[in-house]
């Protein structure tokens, strides 16, 4: 029996809640900007090509990844509210530092660089948050503590596309502030929100959030950086080591999890512009209601998820969720005949002007000061000659990306979700910090690695390839995930103190 007063229990799911609204603006800090960060560039730094699209988006999980062991290790000995405060407001001010990167005359697209990388580093504070709840929950709170952190997250994802589309009204242009040197426009008016967003959230982490510990049974107990609150337990019942082999395992599988959207995300606003024709406006506008799309059936997921681990645990949901996944990246394999329209072909084929002879030997693609037709947009739309592929692969159609989409909006979010309760589960009542760390950075690696291995892939090779090999990548994970299943269980379960 757990003896609990109803005031201490008010008070451990208050800074539960506030633990939510960190991981929610965590990642609203991600995805505010995901599908104007490529438009932006090319206009602020003409510069700036796809590949160097791929070390924007990584960056922020470059700095992610240097950050989580170092605030999970924080929090294994010091209040948690410091790394929390400290990550929070390294994000507010990275969020503002965005908002001026069109100020500088030159190296723009390294100042978006940096910015997209400190505020990477703010959001380092995952691992802390994490940690916090696996401690501050019973085991039979775990899953559903775990599940509501990661739709909070994914509800961090449906409303930060929805916060760009609505600044889209703003537009380009937008208004200028001569005296901050600011241009609040459809790119800067996301970031300086999730600034004020930010800066709220620190309020409430001093004023709500107060530092709690039980242990798989629910029993209260201090813990090194407890301010306080709670009440000593004569068995912890913490002795025992931890499978390790599971740990090691768990990080491989939520780094594939991770790597495999990563790429969805990043490829999102590219493919759209090369396959369907789209403008830069356009892409951010309807991959932003596409995303928003997901992430909303991302939360019904979560909910269904709770429920359904109680009948069939958590194990078994993950494998579900890996075969979702892979058949949606099936699906989003180009086949068919008909091949993309190419940038600026009404030039080729029918449109160029009389122009002197050594004009005509040049390729129409660097031929931008000829006089364009008339339905034809300043910008170019279609898939570039540059990428040699385009002229011999077909298009992905619209219905293929659409039925991808929603098959990867219902693995992930499951696949998401079980990693995070199995990995707490299997760590047990010992502080996990550090592990939590671990696991942030796996997938901050993972977020590193996707855009990169996409934009490389996908501009020199073409979606064929990048998306055959990510297939590949999820049937290995599910090889491994077969391996250690019977290993996957809770640290009280594995020393007979819990039945499963």
């Given at each position: ?138 085991l039979t709170e775990r899953t559903s503590a775990m599940a509501n952190t990661s739709a909070c997250q994914a509800v961090g994802f449906i409303l930060g596309p929805v916060f760009q589309t609505c600044f889209t009204l703003i537009g380009e242009e937008g208004v200028t502030w001569k005296f ?321």
């Amino acid at each position: 029996d757990v003896v609990e007063s109803q005031e201490h229990y008010k008070s451990r799911w208050r800074s539960i809640w506030i633990m939510y609204l960190t991981m929610f603006l965590s990642s609203v800090g991600f995805s505010i900007v995901i599908m104007s960060v490529w438009p932006y560039l090319q206009k602020i730094d003409p510069t700036a090509d796809a590949s160097f699209l791929g070390w924007i988006i990584a960056s922020y999980s470059i700095g992610q990844m240097v950050a989580s062991p170092l605030f999970g290790l924080w929090s294994n000995y010091r209040p948690r509210r410091e790394p929390l405060v400290i990550s929070t407001a390294i994000s507010v001010a990275a969020n503002c530092l965005y908002a001026y990167v069109h100020v500088p005359h030159s190296h723009n697209k390294y100042y978006m660089l940096t910015a997209r990388a400190l505020v990477g580093f703010g959001a380092g504070n995952v691992a802390v948050v994490r940690s916090y709840i696996a401690g501050a929950t019973s085991l039979t709170e775990r899953t559903s503590a775990m599940a509501n952190t990661s739709a909070c997250q994914a509800v961090g994802f449906i409303l930060g596309p929805v916060f760009q589309t609505c600044f889209t009204l703003i537009g380009e242009e937008g208004v200028t502030w001569k005296f901050l040197c600011l241009q609040l426009n459809m790119y800067t008016a996301p970031v300086l929100f999730g600034a004020l967003l930010g800066v709220i959230n620190i309020i409430l982490i001093f004023a709500i959030f107060r530092e709690h510990r039980v242990d798989d049974m629910g029993r209260q107990y201090k813990s090194i950086n407890s301010d306080g609150e709670g009440s000593d337990v004569l068995d912890q019942n913490t002795e025992g080591s931890i499978d390790h082999v599971a740990v090691v395992a768990l990080n491989i599988l939520f780094f594939v999890i991770l790597f495999v959207f990563a790429v969805f995300e990043t490829i999102a606003t590219p493919l759209t512009m090369d396959m369907y024709s789209w403008t830069r406006k356009e892409a951010v506008f309807y991959n932003g209601i596409i995303l928003s799309a997901i992430g909303i059936e991302s939360v019904i997921v979560f909910m269904v998820v709770k429920i359904l681990s109680k009948k069939t645990g958590e194990r078994a949901i993950l494998h579900a969720g890996l075969l979702i996944v892979l058949v949606g990246f099936f699906i989003l394999l180009p086949w068919g005949k008909k091949l993309p329209n190419i940038q600026w072909q009404e030039i080729r084929n029918n449109s160029i002007p009389r122009t002197a002879p050594s004009e005509m030997l040049a390729p129409f693609w660097s031929l931008p000061e000829l006089q364009l037709p008339s339905n034809h947009t300043a910008e170019p739309v279609g898939c570039p000659v540059t990428q040699s592929w385009c002229l011999n692969t077909p298009m992905i159609y619209l219905a293929q990306y659409i039925s991808s989409d929603v098959l990867i909006g219902l693995g992930y979010p499951v696949c998401n979700v079980m990693s995070y309760t199995l990995y707490s589960k299997v760590l047990g009542p010992k502080p996990q910090g550090i592990y939590m760390g671990w696991l942030t950075a796996s997938g901050s690696g993972a977020r590193i690695l996707g855009p990169v291995f996409v934009s490389q892939i996908y501009t020199h090779l073409g979606p064929r390839w990048a998306f055959s090999l990510i297939c590949g990548v999820v049937v290995v994970s599910l090889l491994l995930l077969e391996i250690v299943y019977k290993r996957l269980i809770a640290f009280s379960v594995r020393y007979g103190r819990m039945q499963e």
